[in-house]
């Protein structure tokens, strides 16, 4: 499914989905309505089953993206007394967990028949829930507030019984994460000292492993992919071997970086860094910390790193283009591609980047209404930009589809729009979503490609635009939908008006060709 949802804060709790096959696709949207305040979270299942909205009013609703109309009958979840926090579901699609302002998160069972029944209260937080997290085998949930952090079992029978505190922070935490294998959590925030706790250990609150060096607050904590490493971001970047009988003995220092990134296969750490420049420091040599690759160019602070997927690219952007690295060189850093202009001139002041998933593509965006795409596969990436044009304000988020057939984008503007990369020119036509009421924030389309949500909510500038809207991008599910709405085919009139070139055929199996 590829699913687009919007949302605005003028018409609060309102979401909208929207028919691509017709002729205006922004007319008659169906609309998703319940919420009585913001929408503050959204999330869809891994089986693209549920589109979920949480909100200001409390109240959480799933909205059945399998059925005929979504927008009929949502499923109301009940039980929070404040604001919805945040949504997150296990990555084996069982659990729903939603977090409140109230101190509590919930559990719902998406697997039963009745999602409402007998939701698992998570209780003991004194303050707002601000952040969940999982492992990848869906055996703990962690939930955080200001101080504290809990683990709970989701392979009990009680999942919501005797959950492991994690406590001991002396300042505010603003980081948490649970290695890929469900061995580790690592904590951190406005204090000098990053936390690590085993899983594994008979009583893991108790034995807690302090990791101290940085001299100013960690910002951010990151385990690798194969759980070999933890990342702590500071003024300088720790890096502390989980391997080792002793993690805290001897951890790798890299100095002067804050920023950081792994590579897929972990062969590599990129951090990014004030100084204009990134580095990216081998994982697999003896010592990472000694001849990291310096990756020049930049004019300022590196704001932007991003892996391709295969591991083949590294990108990096701060204060003038975009730089591509190529990982597989002899010499990554030597030779980087500069995404400049045909006269050589900078094309934007790129902020973001992003690599679509066949590696095909790069997009960059900057402070402008204009995203500039650059084919990879050409024999010079830089020669021939695709400046995507439309957006009449900055962008602000955009993303790849995981099949690599569209790139949203979302503005300032208040639209977002869809450029289908299959196309002989991307830049051509491309579908323009309205109806948001202010700037759209996020942009985020579902695993199989199906649905695409876009959204302004509560990180919207303008306190009146809240909705959440819903696009269909599937092509044989828009057909069939429209076969079902019509209950006929269309008429040669028809036909000759939206396919011109085309011949006439039925595209609605078993249902009347309308006489000429």
Not at 188 to 212: S, V, Y
Not at 290 to 313: K, M, N
Request: hydrophobic share 40%; with cysteine; glycine share 8%.
């Amino acid at each position: 499914m590829e699913l687009l949802s919007t949302s605005s804060l003028r018409k609060k709790g309102d979401a909208r989905l929207w028919d691509l096959t017709a002729p205006d696709p922004a007319a008659d949207p169906i609309v998703l309505q319940g919420h009585s305040g913001d929408v503050t979270a959204i999330a869809i299942s891994p089986d693209n089953h549920w589109l979920i909205t949480g909100g200001a009013d409390a109240t959480i609703r799933l909205w059945d993206l399998t059925a005929s109309d979504p927008a009929a009958d949502p499923i109301v979840l009940r039980g929070h007394e404040g604001s919805i926090s945040a949504i997150a579901i296990t990555p084996d699609g069982r659990y729903l967990v939603t977090s409140s302002w109230d101190g509590t998160a919930r559990l719902w069972n998406l697997t039963t028949p009745e999602p409402t029944a007998d939701p698992i209260a998570l209780r003991g937080h004194e303050y707002a829930i601000e952040a969940v997290a999982f492992d990848s085998h869906s055996h703990w949930l962690v939930t955080m507030d200001d101080w504290r952090a809990r683990v709970w079992d989701l392979t009990t029978s009680n999942p919501a019984a005797d959950p492991i505190v994690l406590q001991g922070h002396e300042l505010p935490i603003d980081a948490v994460a649970v290695s890929p294998d469900g061995h580790w959590v690592a904590t951190a925030g406005r204090g000098e000292t990053a936390w690590l706790w085993d899983l594994t250990a008979p009583d893991p609150a108790a034995d807690r492993i302090a990791l101290r060096g940085h001299e100013g607050s960690i910002g951010t904590v990151a385990f690798s992919h194969g759980s070999h490493w933890l990342a702590t971001s500071s003024r300088t970047v720790r890096l502390w071997n989980l391997t080792a009988p002793d993690p805290v003995t001897n951890p790798i220092i890299l100095r002067g970086h804050g920023d950081i990134a792994f590579s897929p296969d972990d062969h590599w750490l990129a951090t990014g860094g004030d100084d204009a420049t990134a580095q990216l420091w081998d994982l697999t040599a003896p010592d990472p910390a000694t001849d990291p690759l310096v990756l020049r160019g930049q004019e300022e602070s590196i704001s932007d790193i991003a892996f391709s997927s295969d591991g083949h690219w590294l990108a990096t952007c701060g204060g003038g283009p975009a730089q591509l690295w190529d990982l597989t060189a002899a010499d990554p850093a030597a030779n980087p591609i500069v995404f400049r202009d045909r006269e050589g001139l900078i094309t934007s002041v790129a902020s973001k980047v992003a690599l679509g998933p066949d590696g095909n593509w790069l997009a960059t965006i900057g402070e402008e209404d204009v995203v500039w795409l650059w084919d990879l596969t050409a024999p010079d990436p830089t020669a021939h930009p695709i400046g995507l044009r439309g957006h009449e304000d900055n962008i602000t988020a955009f993303a790849f589809s995981p099949d690599g057939h569209w790139l949203v984008t979302g503005s300032a503007d208040k639209t977002a729009r869809l450029w289908n990369l299959t196309s002989p020119d991307p830049a051509a036509d491309s579908v323009v979503l309205r109806s948001h009421e202010s700037a759209i924030q996020a942009v985020a389309i579902s695993p199989d490609n199906r649905w695409l949500v876009t959204g302004g909510g509560r990180f919207s500038v303008d306190p009146g635009d809240s909705t959440v809207r819903l696009w269909h991008l599937q092509l044989d599910d828009l057909i069939d939908l429209a076969c079902r709405t019509a209950g006929r085919n269309l008429t040669q009139a028809e036909w000759e008006q939206y396919f011109l070139a085309e011949p006439y055929r039925p595209t609605c199996p078993n249902l009347p060709v309308p006489e000429k």
